[in-house]
């Protein structure tokens, strides 16, 4: 239970050893986008190379050359959606996500928060974490297409501003926001873009 002998011990250093380094040289040669995060595909294949690694290592019936090939499959399967989708918008929108409006001058975007599963606290814990004490002081709070939440300080929007242009609801938003709101509740703090 404690201590099955020695073999197992020399081939967890051997094949550890040779697979974490095939592991390195792969990642080199794919480039740094392998490891990234952008989206939720490159967090699982990220999470599907820790696996298969930790595979490789602990279980005696998975030969190096199998392990190998496991992640050099995961890597090149990696490499070509990435290629794919810098070069076809279409299957670029297949496979990625858009980023999402959650907040927008200081409101709430009720309707973005429900599509996406997101609570008013949750998207108020990250406004904390990063610095800011007022919700009224944020220009906007986008939720990325990796799940992480982006916050914009400022109040001055515009439909033009190129960094929002792809975040979905934010130039509908910024054109709903000049006109008279008549979607706020009665707190004044929230507004549903149309």
Avoid at 4 to 33: H, M, N, P
Avoid at 43 to 70: K, P, Q, R, Y
Avoid at 97 to 104: A, I, R, Y
Wanted: net charge negative.
């Amino acid at each position: 239970m404690f201590f099955q002998g020695w073999s197992g011990l020399w081939r967890v250093l051997v094949v550890g050893t040779l697979a974490y380094i095939t592991l390195i040289i792969l990642l080199r040669i794919s480039g740094k986008r392998t490891l990234a995060k952008l989206n939720a595909f490159d967090f699982v294949v990220t999470v599907a190379l820790g696996s298969t690694l930790a595979t490789i290592l602990l279980n005696n019936s998975i030969a190096l050359a199998e392990g190998v090939l496991a992640l050099a499959l995961l890597i090149g399967l990696q490499y070509s959606i990435s290629w794919l989708s810098v070069r076809s918008e279409g299957f670029q929108e297949l496979i990625k996500s858009e980023p999402t409006l959650l907040v927008h001058r200081g409101r709430f975007l009720e309707s973005a928060l429900r599509s996406q599963r997101l609570s008013r606290e949750e998207v108020l814990a990250a406004v904390r974490s990063d610095g800011h004490a007022r919700l009224e002081d944020v220009g906007a709070v986008v939720l990325e297409t990796d799940g992480t939440i982006s916050i914009i300080t400022g109040s001055d929007l515009q439909p033009s501003d190129t960094a929002l242009k792809t975040v979905n609801g934010f130039e509908r938003t910024c054109l709903h926001a000049q006109a008279p709101s008549h979607n706020d509740d009665a707190t004044g703090r929230s507004i549903d873009a149309p």
